[in-house]
């Protein structure tokens, strides 16, 4: 308990005291209420991050969990020769540092040294930029999709393993093929772990961080400071040294999260 308020609970306490502050040119750090939050609420910055990793949960999250799902069920089902390998392979890329497999797909989008520019060299075409500012946000999905699914996979395929074997066997003795058993057993039988992994998801693209702020040393004119509610209030507290609105941005994104994720597990826990 002493350890968990030290690491968990003073660093939120710290930050809410924080956000309670302003540091003025005249009067040094004074109280100001709820003003900080006042001004989070307007922030067109702000408001644009929140809105760029929403769209970002929106699309990837469903494909990343959906060819998480997709391996696991073919993995699960015994059809699938050398299955061990194929678990190891995809789940190599989670094992992989994120700033390591950041670094690593920066290179590859690279039109001037990476493999992008290579094959445009080679073959004399023009392929679209992946650090484009139109497609920078389709790459950092793919970028987290390489590096989850394997993540995800282990959660539906450790779900599976659960399941009674006999439940297969009644329904195979009634006539039931492979997708109705699918429909009909499996994917009710791991309705709690598509829950979690789903909730897993949905924090973690409102905690993007990493993959922004790396590219961004590659890429500065698709990814600013604002990219994502994280990365705005690092650039916030590290380069404009405004630690008090830093604090109260990751504060409210904080709540937008938890409540996200709470209506979410809500609904998947729902009995129908």
Do not use: H
């Given at each position: 308990?002493?350890?968990?308020?030290?690491?968990?609970l003073?660093?939120?306490?710290?930050?809410i005291?924080?956000?309670?502050?302003?540091?003025r040119?005249?009067g040094g750090?004074?109280?100001v209420?709820?003003?900080n939050?006042?001004?989070?609420?307007t922030?067109?910055?702000?408001w644009s991050?929140?809105?760029?990793?929403?769209?970002f949960?929106?699309v990837?999250?469903?494909?990343?969990?959906?060819?998480?799902?997709?391996v696991?069920l073919a993995?699960d089902s015994?059809r699938?020769?050398g299955?061990s390998?194929?678990?190891i392979?995809i789940f190599?890329?989670?094992?992989v540092?994120?700033?390591v497999?950041?670094?690593?797909?920066?290179?590859?989008?690279?039109?001037q040294f990476g493999?992008?520019g290579?094959i445009n060299?080679?073959?004399?075409?023009?392929?679209?930029d992946p650090?484009s500012?139109?497609l920078?946000l389709?790459?950092i999905g793919?970028?987290?999709?390489w590096?989850?699914?394997?993540?995800?996979?282990?959660?539906?395929y450790?779900a599976?393993r659960?399941?009674p074997?006999t439940?297969y066997e009644?329904?195979?003795?009634?006539?039931?093929?492979?997708?109705r058993?699918?429909?009909?057993?499996k994917l009710?039988?791991i309705?709690?772990a598509l829950?979690?992994?789903t909730i897993?998801?949905?924090?973690?693209s409102f905690?993007?961080?990493?993959?922004p702020?790396?590219?961004q040393?590659?890429?500065?004119?698709a990814?600013t400071?604002?990219?994502?509610?994280?990365?705005?209030?690092?650039?916030?507290?590290?380069?404009?040294?405004?630690?008090?609105?830093?604090?109260?941005v990751?504060?409210v994104?904080g709540?937008?999260t938890?409540?996200i994720?709470?209506v979410?597990?809500?609904?998947g826990?729902?009995e129908?």
């Amino acid at each position: 308990m002493a350890v968990f308020a030290l690491v968990f609970l003073a660093p939120i306490a710290y930050s809410i005291y924080l956000s309670l502050f302003k540091n003025r040119l005249i009067g040094g750090n004074s109280f100001v209420g709820l003003e900080n939050y006042q001004q989070a609420l307007t922030d067109a910055n702000f408001w644009s991050a929140v809105g760029r990793v929403s769209i970002f949960l929106v699309v990837q999250v469903p494909i990343m969990l959906f060819i998480a799902l997709l391996v696991a069920l073919a993995i699960d089902s015994g059809r699938l020769y050398g299955k061990s390998f194929f678990r190891i392979s995809i789940f190599l890329p989670y094992a992989v540092p994120a700033v390591v497999a950041t670094l690593m797909w920066g290179f590859i989008y690279g039109t001037q040294f990476g493999l992008v520019g290579n094959i445009n060299d080679a073959f004399g075409i023009t392929l679209p930029d992946p650090l484009s500012p139109s497609l920078i946000l389709t790459s950092i999905g793919n970028i987290v999709t390489w590096e989850f699914v394997g993540y995800n996979m282990l959660i539906f395929y450790s779900a599976l393993r659960t399941i009674p074997t006999t439940l297969y066997e009644s329904a195979e003795i009634d006539g039931a093929g492979e997708l109705r058993i699918i429909r009909s057993i499996k994917l009710p039988a791991i309705r709690g772990a598509l829950v979690i992994a789903t909730i897993f998801s949905i924090i973690g693209s409102f905690q993007l961080f990493n993959e922004p702020s790396i590219l961004q040393n590659v890429a500065p004119n698709a990814i600013t400071t604002y990219f994502t509610p994280n990365l705005y209030a690092y650039s916030l507290s590290f380069s404009g040294q405004q630690y008090n609105y830093s604090a109260t941005v990751a504060i409210v994104m904080g709540l937008i999260t938890m409540v996200i994720a709470y209506v979410v597990q809500l609904r998947g826990t729902k009995e129908s």
